[in-house]
């Protein structure tokens, strides 16, 4: 069944400097007991597309359809939008130390969210706090619920982060880089609570992290943002073995061991993410792909069908057959780009880059 569904949604940011368009077109959807994970590099929108479903973008411009459970929530009324968040749709942010008020002590917090969408006593909720506390393993969790957050370390705060957003076993739960300042062993340990909750309830869940690692233990699904847009979208098995978009390759090709090849050296993507506020015309990565063509320049790809995978879909002009990696996959992705490219593609940066390395990637 089918808990939430994204649909051509865009936010954009007026700002002196001209307009951030944070969001284009994005369109994904999240099954029940389902975990999508959303990868990319800062600045692709991940976490903007994740705040503006939950009403927390309020000075952004927002266009599109965001449902949950058939219910529209960008044009939710506050009260109403009120009453899911927490309950329904939890979110654990990325920064924990700004999310959790300085005067008030967690434990409170993390009681004040029980109370407000059930009818229990204050004594009742801090001790379903302390037992939360006790779940993401926080020692002594009588003594902690008494600190205040700047007592804690970064990664205490993010497990109280964690124990909050589980509270009251929502529905969906939206988790933006929720092992940032965690060591592997708490890591491991969290991220096997998160699959035991999805689990009990049947949760979905929406995982917005960097590492790729995480997205290989936990995701069903995974869907690759760039430049506010989505590059790839493929059941978690097809991206890592049979990746089509460049992108997608670049980031299997910049982590340890992601291609399986024993000794082959790291390769970092050339380049930057683009400034959102001046976005490179056709399609957005075009600058920084080392195969880029002429058609990549002027016409911005959709997602097509691709026959790797179930529901597999990619945004590039590359030929749906050419999926995977491997020296031999992109020698045979090079060999087709050359061939479609003038004078004009073979003077960007990552095709410069690659024409200078015939490994690419692999």
Request: aromatic letters at 4%.
């Amino acid at each position: 069944m089918t808990l939430l569904t994204v649909d051509n949604l865009t936010v954009s940011f007026p700002t002196a400097d001209g307009t951030v368009q944070a969001v284009r077109g994005l369109s994904f959807s999240v099954d029940s007991g389902k975990t999508l994970g959303v990868v990319g590099e800062s600045g692709s929108g991940k976490s903007v597309s994740a705040l503006t479903m939950l009403g927390l973008n309020p000075g952004g411009d927002t266009t599109g359809s965001a449902k949950f459970n058939g219910r529209e929530l960008l044009t939710m009324r506050k009260e109403e939008l009120q009453k899911i968040r927490g309950a329904e749709i939890a979110m654990i942010f990325q920064d924990p130390l700004s999310s959790l008020h300085p005067h008030f002590r967690v434990g409170w917090q993390i009681a004040e969210a029980i109370r407000a969408h059930g009818d229990f006593s204050k004594d009742e909720a801090m001790n379903q706090a302390v037992e939360l506390l006790r779940l993401v393993s926080i020692p002594q969790p009588e003594r902690r619920i008494q600190a205040y957050p700047h007592e804690m370390s970064g990664g205490m705060r993010q497990r109280v982060m964690i124990a909050m957003a589980l509270a009251l076993k929502p529905k969906l739960l939206i988790a933006d880089e929720p092992t940032t300042a965690l060591d592997a062993t708490v890591q491991a340990q969290l991220m096997e609570l998160l699959i035991q909750m999805q689990r009990e309830v049947g949760m979905a869940m929406i995982i917005i992290t960097h590492d790729l690692g995480v997205i290989a233990s936990i995701a069903d699904e995974v869907l690759v943002m760039y430049a506010g847009r989505a590059c790839e979208n493929a059941d978690a098995r097809s991206l890592f073995f049979q990746p089509h978009h460049p992108y997608t390759r670049g980031l299997l090709g910049s982590v340890p061991s992601s291609t399986g090849v024993v000794g082959s050296r790291l390769v970092p993507i050339v380049g930057a993410p683009p400034s959102l506020i001046n976005v490179p015309s056709g399609c957005g990565f075009h600058p920084r792909c080392p195969f880029a063509m002429d058609t990549c320049i002027d016409d911005q790809p959709d997602l097509n069908s691709i026959p790797a995978g179930v529901d597999h879909t990619s945004a590039c002009w590359l030929p749906a057959e050419m999926t995977g990696v491997g020296i031999a996959t992109d020698t045979a992705r090079q060999r087709y780009a050359a061939s479609h490219r003038t004078a004009r593609a073979a003077k960007l940066p990552g095709v410069v880059a690659a024409n200078a390395d015939s490994a690419v990637y692999a």
